[in-house]
T-cell receptor, first 115, second 112 residues
């Protein structure tokens, strides 16, 4: 399967714990995006990487959130000192910068539940 | 942030009926994408639109990029039970390739 993959698919944690999610984009895609989706809403942009450079961050991405893409391939999203309000689906998407099109392809998401 | 108004919020239709949903904004977008999301899964791209007035089909799905560039619609013809899911529009502003703004979704229910 050559689509976007995310791990884990589900994570249950206690408030105050740190969690880390991984995203593997489509192999030839150099752009990678993180979104957060809460129940009944569409995805909300969190951050964007072009290769290994993090070029844009939403104000939704508080100081407790950090994302990396060290080698321009897979990416990790870490949430420190989790809060109940962090419970959501975290989606990763990737796209290519070839041409002028920007079709974003999503992974299956990581469902986070903070108790 | 930008607000995309997607309507209707939900629809209950009979199998075989046609469906129409739309997305509007006060801002001008240069790209519209339509996605379908099943429970517990990520959104799946259905159709991409890049030019004002563009009409694009993908099987039973047809989407159009509004002439004003502030709206888009998605039609599904001859609906089937597997069309059930949540449909999202996503718009990209100007030449910013970095992010899309999503509507809140249209939940489609198809009765066999």
């Amino acid at each position: 399967d050559t689509g976007v993959s995310q791990d884990p698919r589900h994570k249950i944690t206690k408030r105050g714990q740190n969690v880390t999610f991984r995203c593997d984009p489509i192999s030839e895609h150099n752009r990678l995006y993180w979104y957060r989706q809460t129940l009944g809403q569409g995805p909300e942009f969190l951050t964007y990487f072009q290769n290994e450079a993090q070029l844009e961050k939403s104000r939704l991405l508080s100081d407790r959130f950090s994302a990396e893409r060290p080698k321009g391939s897979f990416s990790t999203l870490e949430i420190q000192r989790t809060e109940q309000g962090d419970s959501a689906m975290y989606l990763c998407a990737s796209s290519s910068d070839l041409g002028s099109y920007n079709e974003q392809f999503f992974g299956p998401g990581t469902r986070l539940t903070v108790l | 942030g930008q607000q995309l108004n997607q309507s209707p919020q939900s629809m209950f239709i009979q199998e075989g009926e046609d469906v129409s949903m739309n997305c509007t904004s006060s801002s001008i977008f240069n790209t519209w994408l339509w996605y379908k999301q099943d429970p517990g899964e990520g959104p799946v791209l259905l159709i991409a639109l890049y030019k004002a007035g563009e009409l694009t089909s993908n099987g039973r799905l047809t989407a159009q990029f509004g002439i004003t560039r502030k709206d888009s619609f998605l039609n599904i013809s001859a609906s089937i039970p597997s069309d059930v899911g949540i449909y999202f529009c996503a718009g990209q502003l100007g030449r910013n390739f970095n992010k899309f703004y999503f509507g809140s979704g249209t939940k489609l229910n198809v009765k066999p």
